[in-house]
């Protein structure tokens, strides 16, 4: 059973850039499609960026032009670098299957957008 740890979060001005990083326990190399997610308070939890094994990539029209997801198969890592950072970015960030898998939620990382 793969588990997902995520990190990298934390306190920015508007502006900023941060870089999450998802490390996976087992492989990821046979799930096809990876993804960040984020949850802000209040509101329901929604897909910002996936990827697919082959490397073909969405996003979130929020996010677009600001955000870029990569993933590393053969360390297990898939990554958000998340520039040009807004006010409305701050949420609880975690990584997943794309769709998202039940079992498959870890603890997230904190993302606060802040002057």
């Known amino acids: 059973q793969v588990q997902l740890v995520e990190s990298g979060g934390g306190l920015v001005q508007p502006g900023g850039s941060l870089r999450l990083s998802c490390a996976a326990s087992g492989s990821i190399f046979s799930i096809n499609a990876m993804g960040w997610y984020r949850q802000a308070p209040g509101k329901q939890r929604e897909l910002v960026a996936g990827?697919?094994?082959?490397?073909?990539?969405k996003y979130a029209a929020s996010v677009k032009g600001r955000f870029t997801i990569s993933r590393d198969n053969a360390k297990n890592t898939v990554s958000l670098q998340m520039n040009s950072l807004k006010p409305e970015d701050t949420a609880v960030y975690y990584c997943n299957r794309d769709p998202a898998f039940v079992g498959l939620w870890g603890q997230g990382t904190q993302v606060t957008v802040s002057s």
């Open positions: 990827i697919t094994r082959s490397g073909s990539t």
